[in-house]
């Protein structure tokens, strides 16, 4: 049982340069969540997607699209990355919709932009 | 003030000891608490959640909530070097259509 699977796991990139963040789970979760980490900032949640077919803005959402391309996945696109976007990214899903359930998260990946 | 607040620590026990994680939140209608234990360079895990009917023990770990003064509590009872990571607080806010998560409390078992 894989659970969350994230890909890649690292990356660096150039300013400028293009991007996509996959994200698959195994759970027959209905809500998946982009979240990214920073030193002393806690986890901020990019964009989320309460069901198949839906996608809404979180805190964080300027610089960055996502595609809930069906129930399982959920990819994260940077389309012109900037060094403010260094950072670790999560994805995570939960059984529920709403803030209620607890997340599952995946292994992270690591993002430096240059 | 912040939606929720951890002492970032290291809080540092003996091995053995309990280890008392605090976290505060601004918003009173809040339901829904969660605990993740993050390691070093991993991923958040879920250790607990509780909800605003009650605390909550599992094995070594309690969660406790005090709504009136609006922070939530994890204990960890026998510290054991293994538990030494981060740990997360994370509170439902805007009747459950946002969840914040703290910066986290480093916590540092000693053996």
């Known amino acids: 049982n894989a659970g969350v699977t994230q890909t890649p796991k690292f990356q660096v990139l150039k300013t400028g340069q293009s991007m996509t963040l996959q994200c698959a789970q195994d759970?027959?979760?209905?809500?998946m969540y982009w979240y990214r980490q920073d030193p002393g900032m806690g986890l901020r949640l990019i964009y989320y997607?309460?069901?198949?077919?839906?996608?809404d803005k979180g805190e964080v959402p300027n610089g960055y699209n996502v595609s809930r391309l069906n129930k399982r996945e959920f990819s994260l696109r940077l389309e012109s990355a900037a060094p403010s976007q260094t950072s670790v990214y999560f994805c995570?899903?939960?059984?529920?919709?709403?803030?209620?359930?607890?997340?599952?998260f995946g292994n992270g990946t690591r993002l430096t932009v240059t | 003030q912040k939606e929720v607040e951890q002492n970032s620590g290291p809080l540092s026990v003996p091995e053995g000891a309990i280890a008392s994680l605090n976290c505060t939140y601004s918003?009173?209608?809040?339901?829904?608490f969660f605990w993740y234990r993050q390691y070093s360079g991993k991923s958040p895990e879920l250790i607990m959640f509780?909800?605003?009917?009650g605390d909550k023990e599992d094995g070594r770990f309690t969660a406790q909530l005090n709504k009136a003064s609006q922070y939530v509590s994890l204990l960890i009872r026998d510290s054991q070097p293994s538990d030494s990571a981060t740990y997360l607080c994370?509170?439902?806010?805007?009747?459950?259509?946002?969840?914040?998560f703290g910066a986290g409390t480093i916590l540092r078992v000693k053996s």
């Open positions: 918003d009173r209608g809040s339901q829904s």
């Open positions: 509780i909800y605003s009917n």
């Open positions: 994370a509170v439902d806010m805007e009747y459950g259509n946002k969840l914040v």
């Open positions: 997607s309460a069901s198949e077919g839906t996608t």
């Open positions: 995570a899903s939960s059984a529920l919709t709403g803030y209620n359930s607890p997340l599952h």
């Open positions: 759970m027959n979760h209905n809500s």
